[in-house]
C-alpha cells in the first residue's frame, strides 16, 4: 500500500545562505506578467485613438470660434488657416487643418490628427462638427 503523507521528498533541503526563487517560480512569474500586458496593451492603444481624435475635434471648434471673431473684422471668411491665428485659433501638434472653402457668407473646413483615424469637418457658420 502506497500513501501519500508517509513519502519522503526527493528535493534536497536548503541550507542557511541559500535563497531565492526557483527557475519555474520565475517563468511562471514572466508568463502572467506576458499575459497582462497583452491584455492591456490594445487598450491603451485605443484610448490613444481617442485622445488624438478629440485633440483635432478641438481644433476644429476653435478653428470655427476664429472664423466668426476674423468675420466681424473682414467682410468675409479666412481663407487661410494662417489668417486665424491672431484671433485665438493656436493649432495642435499633429492635428493638421484645412480650410476647403470661405466666402462672404459661408465656410468649410476639416481637421484631423496625423495619428488619429478620424477626419472631422464643419460647414458654417453655425454647422455642427461631424
Not at 39 to 68: H, W
Not at 113 to 124: L, M, N
Request: glycine share 8%.
Amino acid at each position: 500500500m502506497f500513501f501519500y503523507g508517509l513519502r519522503k521528498s526527493s528535493k534536497r533541503k536548503k541550507t542557511r545562505g541559500e535563497n531565492g526563487f526557483t527557475l519555474i517560480e520565475l517563468m511562471t512569474v514572466v508568463i502572467i506578467i506576458s499575459i497582462l500586458t497583452a491584455i492591456a496593451i490594445p487598450s491603451v492603444a485605443s484610448f490613444r485613438n481617442k485622445g488624438y481624435n478629440a485633440t483635432s475635434y478641438s481644433d476644429l471648434k476653435n478653428m470655427c470660434i476664429a472664423q466668426e471673431a476674423y468675420f466681424v473684422d473682414h467682410p468675409a471668411y479666412a481663407q487661410n488657416v494662417s489668417d486665424l491665428v491672431p484671433y485665438g485659433y493656436a493649432q495642435s501638434p499633429g492635428v493638421v487643418p484645412l480650410i476647403i472653402s470661405a466666402n462672404n457668407t459661408s465656410y468649410s473646413m476639416t481637421a484631423a490628427h496625423v495619428s488619429g483615424d478620424k477626419t472631422w469637418s464643419v460647414s458654417g457658420p453655425g454647422g455642427t462638427i461631424q
